[in-house]
């Protein structure tokens, strides 16, 4: 794909400049005390009634039959397979609105910006093997009080992180400690009521990267066996941290490793060797968990991490001309597969976080989950801003040309299922302490 990326637009790679910027630790953050991490109980969910859809994946608009299952609390000791399953009508819709937290990206604010089309909203996941309840943000508040959780990564990191933040400010408000970098790329709010901490790492590589500029490089430069001091300083202070980039990787690159040039990703003229960008994201993401574990396993304090799998995006037609992402309706069960670029950036993922677990297995208190939700997201066609990135995009009638985002995701929509999958994880870990 080279410099034909989806992101170029939406995201506006120009302008993102190489500052590093400076650090700034709070004197309030933790000096690796582990709390109750090991002794906390979270209270067992038993027999808890929830509301569940029973319908089929059919599109048509009718409101699902609704039955009620009751929840054993085995269903939080099970590991549950998340990745296959298929979307369900669901008349609760989402827990949030554009006006909950205050936070939610301007271009990723769909509702403000005047999309119409509210069915993408009534849709909710439902696993093969499982039932994935709705996020509660109080049992998330119960289970990771007096904890800092870290979303690193890229702009798809932060989408996520938005969309936690806009869930758990349903029960508790936000305060903004800290922000800083363009685009307000480093965010830490803090939730008195649980002292719960939530941070955003710019990191769209993980390791250590300077990113293309205007007067820097035209590429970008990444050094894959060095972790991304950014976040990496503050690693002693976080007690979970979420993964996630992929996009980024798809840019012309040169990459370096042990202080040499180990080839590159689309760079003519520079006489380096084409290795494309499969192995270095591997290498990356290697580096990242290897880093945390190497980090972590003397602390005596461990760490949750996740790894949140490829988000495909939807453009169709060719992205630079008016590649859009029209449709209003997930696609049904066996009709889309992942495959092709998706499925290896997914695979690479799976892989290196099943290695670390390996690896992690002799020093306690690690653990690590992969948050599959490339196949989930692969068939939410209909949950990108699209022509909803800009405010009000037909004001001024239909024009023929129209940038459009089918990268990230509304808010609310279906990235808030990646943290309903996480809850869900998290509450598993907790209860079979
Ligand atoms: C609040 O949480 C932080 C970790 O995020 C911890 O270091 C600190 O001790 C907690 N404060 C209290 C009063 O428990
Ligand atoms: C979940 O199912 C997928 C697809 O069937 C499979 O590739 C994956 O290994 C399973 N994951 C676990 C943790 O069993
Ligand atoms: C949005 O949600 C808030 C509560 O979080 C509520 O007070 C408000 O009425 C909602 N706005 C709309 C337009 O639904
Ligand atoms: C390109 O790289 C090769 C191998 O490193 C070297 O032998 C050659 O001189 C280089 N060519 C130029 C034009 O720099």
Known sequence: MGVTSPLKGPTRSRSFTTKLLPYVLYASFSIALCRFYFHFFPFLVSNRIILTSSSSSSPSPSPPSLSFFREEETAYETPCNYTNGRWVHDKMGPLYNGTTCGTIKDGQNCISHGRADLGYLYWRWQPNQCQLPRFDPNTFFNLVSNKHIAFVGDSMARNQWESLLCMLATASNPNPIYTNG??????????????????VYWSPFLVRGVEKSKDGPDHNELYVDVVDDRWGSDLDHLDTVVLSVGHWFLHPAVYYEGGSVLGCHYCPGLNHTEIGFYGVMRKAIKTALETIIERKMGSGCGIDVFLTSFSPSHFEGEWDKAGACPKTEPYKEGEKMVEGMDADMRSIAVEEIEAAKVNAKQ???????????????????DGHPGPYMYRFPFADGVREHVQNDCVHWCLPGPIDTWNQIMLHVIRRWRGGE
């Open 363 to 381: 020093f306690g208190r690690l653990r690590l989950e992969i948050l599959d939700v490339t196949k989930l997201s692969l068939m939410r066609r």
């Open 182 to 199: 363009e685009d307000n790329k480093f965010r830490t709010w803090h939730f008195d009521s649980h002292n719960v901490t939530v941070s």
